[in-house]
């Protein structure tokens, strides 16, 4: 990969356009659609995607606990405002629910994969 498809590179997986990209890396619209089209480089690009996308879950993941820690001492805080342990309340509820019905799938994913799997063992 040359120095500039680097720097395209790059500057897709900061910024909100192609245009942007383009600006961000001294290239024209142009150059990034070409780039895009070549295979090779739509891989390392989606590659480079991924990394970012599982950084991002990765560091969500360390917040979830300290956030619903945090949201769970402002809903049993009866100084804190009606309104302030409302929303607390609930956004520990959505949170929650979603993460039971994320690991209930998971395990039953995994359920699945091991019958396949020992099928084909």
Known sequence: ?????????????????????????????RTVQNYLSDPA???EYQSALED??????KQAKQSLSPA???????????????????????AILTSGLKLIETADILARLKELEDVIGGRDG
């Open 1 to 29: 990969m040359t120095e500039r498809q680097k720097r395209v590179l790059a500057a897709l997986l900061t910024s909100p356009s192609k245009a942007a990209a383009a600006e961000a890396a001294g290239v024209t619209v």
């Open 41 to 43: 480089f739509r891989e």
């Open 52 to 57: 970012v996308v599982m950084d991002a879950a």
């Open 68 to 90: 619903l820690s945090t949201l769970r001492e402002i809903t049993e805080d009866r100084g804190e405002d009606a309104q302030a342990r409302i929303g607390a309340a609930r």
